[in-house]
């Protein structure tokens, strides 16, 4: 890995699909080896509220991340000045949170950590570009607030992880 100044501040969607999906600890456990070490150096965070989303779940992925010791930033009141800040740049930026289905509470939060520790955005989500959408994405909100966004395959390659894989 190569040395890098930023934080990066994890939203729940880059545990949750690499698990579920692509680099699944029974195939790929050098992955979630990498993001315990990030969390020890300090380089990965993840927001109090993404973590009680995956931690509620009674799963491997919570168990994983219950032991992990990555570190998990609380709501301070810097991070409340943060989120406000969010909402009155942009009254859009409420469309974050579906209300009607009660999902993605967490993502406002994700900015509002990365805004109050200077960090880059992790996610999975991309921009929405149709005009006549009723939500609004983590990456629309970062670019309106000017927080860099990234995915989890351009922080990989940011921070100069490889695998290696081997028969067994």
């Known amino acids: 890995m190569s040395t890098i100044a930023n934080k990066f501040c994890l939203d729940a969607n880059v545990l949750i699909q690499p698990w579920q999906k692509y680099y699944n600890p029974k195939f790929c456990p050098e992955y979630w080896?990498?993001?315990?070490?990030?969390?020890?150096?300090?380089?990965?965070?993840?927001?109090?509220?993404?973590?009680?989303?995956?931690?509620?779940?009674?799963?491997?992925?919570?168990?994983?991340?219950?032991?992990?010791?990555?570190?998990?930033?609380?709501?301070?009141?810097s991070v409340t000045i943060c989120l406000q800040?969010?909402?009155?740049?942009?009254?859009?930026?409420?469309?974050?949170?579906d209300n009607i289905r009660g999902r993605s509470l967490?993502?406002?939060?994700?900015?509002a950590h990365a805004m109050d520790r200077n960090a880059i955005v992790v996610t999975k989500e991309s921009k929405e570009t149709a005009l006549n959408s009723k939500r609004i994405k983590i990456p629309n909100v970062c670019e309106n607030m000017g927080i860099e966004w990234i995915d989890d395959f351009q922080l990989i390659e940011r921070l100069g992880i490889q695998f290696s894989c081997s028969l067994t």
Do not use: Q
């Open 33 to 77: 080896k990498i993001l315990i070490e990030l969390g020890k150096r300090e380089i990965v965070f993840i927001p109090e509220l993404v973590y009680e989303e995956i931690a509620r779940t009674e799963d491997e992925l919570s168990k994983w991340l219950k032991a992990s010791k990555i570190p998990i930033e609380r709501i301070s009141e």
């Open 85 to 97: 800040k969010i909402y009155t740049t942009d009254p859009e930026h409420k469309k974050l949170v």
């Open 106 to 111: 967490a993502d406002p939060w994700v900015i």
